[in-house]
């Protein structure tokens, strides 16, 4: 059941397949429950087509685009495919993490030679992990130029950057907030949310680390899925 005050409008999930972008109350779902077109990306096609049978099942309208997200031509051409399908790109939430790509033995693409690292520095400090910073900010600057040239055609729109509260991830923030100041005027938003330690398989991919995190946190509790769209 759909509730409508999105309906007309196309979002990307951008890794959908895991992480803060997939369950039943997450992003994606979220997005389809209030009427949206959803476009859902990530490598696993797929979890990504379970996902779109899932929500066309309950009333929604979503189609699943296997992307590497680490390739700028790979996401163009998911904006492509949006805007062919759809006609409009009104909105965009990009949660690119480089540890989903290396866990559960996924492709790890272009960041392959750092997933090594990155497993041995994780049990000191898993999200200031070498791969961690470079390799999102890599990926989510030509997802957020491409996604706002997009939206500027489809009349204005607003772009979400998922990132975490670690020291790695200050580029990203610092990306969406230059993008922000770049796009104002134009019709198109940009805000990133700073999550902190969240389950799913990039938590999962660095085991027990998470739990020095949560420990250390106010709240003493880790983020679910759900807690994204909320």
Do not use: K
């Not at 866990?103 to 690292?117: E, F, I, R, S, T």
């Not at 670690?166 to 922000?180: D, F, K, M, N, Y």
């Not at 389950?199 to 994204?228: K, L, P």
Request: proline share 3%; with cysteine; aromatic share 2%.
């Amino acid at each position: 059941m759909t509730c409508g005050v999105l309906r007309g409008r196309t979002a990307i999930v951008a890794s959908a397949g895991r992480g803060i972008g997939h369950g039943a109350a997450a992003t994606s779902c979220a997005l389809s429950r209030a009427g949206a077109s959803v476009v859902l990306a990530a490598r696993d096609g797929r979890a990504l087509a379970a996902l779109a049978a899932h929500l066309g099942a309950a009333g929604g309208q979503a189609v699943a685009v296997p992307t590497d997200l680490a390739s700028p031509v790979s996401v163009r051409r998911l904006v492509e495919q949006t805007l062919g399908a759809f006609g409009r790109l009104d909105a965009a939430c990009n949660d690119i993490a480089c540890a989903g790509c290396c866990a559960a033995g996924a492709d790890a693409g272009p960041c392959a030679a750092d997933c090594a690292a990155w497993a041995a520095d994780c049990a000191d400090d898993w999200a200031d992990a070498g791969c961690d910073g470079a390799a999102q900010v890599r990926a989510m600057s030509p997802a957020l130029r491409y996604e706002a040239e997009a939206m500027r055609r489809s009349g204005g729109g607003h772009v979400v950057n998922l990132t975490s509260c670690r020291g790695s991830r200050a580029a990203v923030i610092e990306l969406t907030r230059r993008a922000a100041l770049d796009l104002a005027g134009s019709g198109v938003r940009a805000n990133a949310v700073v999550a902190g330690p969240v389950g799913g398989a990039v938590g999962g991919a660095v085991g027990g680390a998470v739990g020095g995190v949560v420990d250390g946190a106010e709240g003493r509790r880790g983020g679910g899925a759900g807690d994204g769209p909320d």
